[in-house]
Structure formats: C-alpha cells, structure tokens
C-alpha cells in the first residue's frame, strides 16, 4: 500500500473528535485498504482512571492475511451475507427478507401453530430458489482456510447449507438447516430435498413435520452452542462474516471471542454494532476479500 494512503487515513482519524470512533474503508485500485477502530484505553495514574486516550492501529489485508497463516485456531462465524453474492437474500437490510415479511407471522412457532401452510408456503419457496443457486468464492475461500490451518470451526446461522456445498467440513448450525425437517409428533429428524416439497407434509406417525430450523424464541442445539462456546473461547483468530450481529445468541460469540483473548476480522460491506469490538473491520463483500487471504 501506498505510503500517502496511510497519511489520508491518519489526516482523516486526527480530525475526527477525539472519544468518537472514527471508521472507514478505503480503495485502491479494488483492494480494500482497512484499518482497525482508534480503540478508547483507560490511562491509570497512582491506581485512578483519569483520562482516556486513543489507540491507533491500522491493518492491510496483507497484515490479516498474514495472521491468519499464523494462528493455530480459527473459528469462523458467518450470517446470510456470505450467500448474498450465491443471490440467497438477507433478512434485514434494504431488500432484505424482513421487508416484505413479517418475523412473527413466518419465523416463530406460534406462526407455524397459528398456520402451517403459511410457515411451509414461504420455506417451500426459500428452498426452490435455492435449490438453483451454487456456493460463491466467500463460502470456497472459508473451505479452503479450513483445509489449511491446524483447528477451523464454522459457526453458521444459515441454514441454507452453501458451506456444505463448498467443501467445509466442520460446521456448526446454529439456526439448523433448511434442509430438513423434524416430525411434531415423534420428534425424527429427516433430510428432505424436496423442491418444491409437499404442503403440508406428513411424518410416517401421522405427526406433522416442521422445517429443521430454530425460529425467534426457540432454544438454540444445546450440543450446536456448547460446541460454539468451545470453539469461540479457545481460537487465536475469529472471522465474523456477513452477519448483522443482532441475533443472539450468535452475535454474543464474538464477544466472548473477543474476551477470550481472539483477534476479530470482521467483514462485512457494512458497519454492525459488533465493529466497535472487532480488532479490524474490512469494509467489503466476502466473495471479494476473503479469496485475497488465501
Ligand atoms: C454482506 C454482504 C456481502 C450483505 N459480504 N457482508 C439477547 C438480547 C436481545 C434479544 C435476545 C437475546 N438473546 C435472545 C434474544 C431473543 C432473540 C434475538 O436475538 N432477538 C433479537 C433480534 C432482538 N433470539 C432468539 O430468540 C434465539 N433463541 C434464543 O435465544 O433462545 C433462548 C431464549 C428464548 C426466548 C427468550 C429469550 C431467550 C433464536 C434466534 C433464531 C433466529 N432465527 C432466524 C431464522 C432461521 C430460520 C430461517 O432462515 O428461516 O435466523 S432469524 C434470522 O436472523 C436467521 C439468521 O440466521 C439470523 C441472523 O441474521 P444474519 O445472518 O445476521 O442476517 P442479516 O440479514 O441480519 O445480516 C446480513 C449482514 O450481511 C448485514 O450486516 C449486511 O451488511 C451483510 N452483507 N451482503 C459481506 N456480500
Ligand atoms: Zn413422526
């Protein structure tokens, strides 16, 4: 990277109000310059805090990249903006599925109780749509790190099942998967590719089956958040990837990460409330950047 780049940026942070985080991205030629948020650090004098100053570091890609060939344990967690550029929507956002839907009428289990035929119409469409669509170079990038590095875990709210498509092996489901469904009744647990599938479909006992996945007010796998916990806790490096980080309990894992002693990416081609407690945010879409780690 250029050396005046580096000047624009610091020009552009010294003005900014001090206490105020300053953020930004910026371009070159189409890579993405990034530099980390000025960080507020508590000054101690004779054991009392008396004033905050300003932490300032800045990051290339080359300085992430370069960390991760070197960290021993990477966890990756990622939201439906990784399979946006795969054309699978998101939820919040401008066009996002929550503009046109409404969360309580199609993802909670009083709306599935309240009507079934809704729930199924609009996952039935989801799964049509995606049964068309191919992982992107995001998901294969994430594949590939996994490949390399000595631990890699995938944490994924999606339940679309691109990261299985792309080659990612150990994956954690957080919301479940698409994919398949689960009997009311007797509680069995199937995989259906059925696109488009019956309406309303039926188990073997009679029971009605529901889409395998973990609506608003539903408890999360306990197995799927235990190991979540294990493998934000104990990593060198965690990627948070395209998620709004407003959804608990996901977001929280970069917090806890970030607790734990992690050094967070984050890369989004948008500011969430988890930048302020990234170490570094690339401001850009995940097809584009994550194939330039590798
Ligand atoms: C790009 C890009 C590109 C675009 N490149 N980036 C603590 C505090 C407050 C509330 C709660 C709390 N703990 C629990 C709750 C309640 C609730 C919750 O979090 N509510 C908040 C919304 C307020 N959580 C729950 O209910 C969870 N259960 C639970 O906690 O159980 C215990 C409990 C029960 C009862 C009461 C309290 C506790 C369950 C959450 C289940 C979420 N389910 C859904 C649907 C899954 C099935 C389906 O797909 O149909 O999961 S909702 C939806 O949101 C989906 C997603 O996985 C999830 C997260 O969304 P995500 O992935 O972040 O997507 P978007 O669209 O929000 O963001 C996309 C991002 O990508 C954006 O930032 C873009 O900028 C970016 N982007 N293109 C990079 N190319
Ligand atoms: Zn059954």
Not at 112 to 133: C, G, I, T
Not at 159 to 175: C, M, R, T, Y
Not at 216 to 226: I, N, Q, V
Request: net charge negative.
């Amino acid at each position: 990277m250029e050396w005046h780049i580096y000047e624009q940026i610091q020009e552009i942070i010294d003005k900014a109000p001090t206490f105020h985080y300053t953020h930004g991205a910026f371009w070159n030629g189409g890579y993405v310059i990034i530099h980390s948020l000025p960080r507020r650090i508590p000054a101690i004098y004779g054991g009392v805090l008396q004033q905050f100053t300003m932490q300032k570091a800045y990051y290339t890609i080359h300085d992430v990249k370069e960390r991760l060939w070197h960290s021993k344990a990477v966890t990756v967690l990622t939201g439906a903006g990784i399979s946006a550029e795969s054309g699978v929507p998101t939820f919040r956002g401008k066009v996002g599925l929550w503009k046109n839907f409404r969360p309580e009428d199609l993802a909670t289990p009083e709306a599935f109780k309240n009507n079934p035929k809704l729930v199924w119409e609009w996952y039935d469409s989801r799964r049509q749509a995606l049964s068309r669509l191919k992982p992107n170079a995001g998901h294969i990038a994430i594949a590939e790190i996994e490949r390399r590095v000595k631990e890699f875990t995938l944490i994924t709210q999606n339940v679309d099942g691109l990261h299985h498509l792309a080659g990612s092996k150990n994956i954690i489901e957080l919301h479940g998967n698409i994919w398949r469904v689960r009997c009311l009744t007797c509680g069995e647990v199937d995989e259906n590719r059925d696109a488009p599938i019956k309406i309303l479909p039926f188990c073997e006992c009679g029971g009605l089956l529901r889409p395998d996945v973990v609506w608003f007010g539903e408890m999360l796998s306990d197995s799927a958040l235990t190991k979540a916990f294990v493998a934000s806790d104990n990593c060198d490096l965690m990627f948070v990837i395209g998620t709004s980080g407003v959804v608990h309990p996901a977001a929280s894992l970069a917090l806890r990460a970030k607790d734990e002693g992690a050094f967070v990416v984050e890369i989004n081609i948008d500011n969430t409330p988890l930048s302020v407690s990234a170490d570094v945010t690339l401001l850009g879409k995940a097809g584009d950047i994550m194939p330039q780690l590798l």
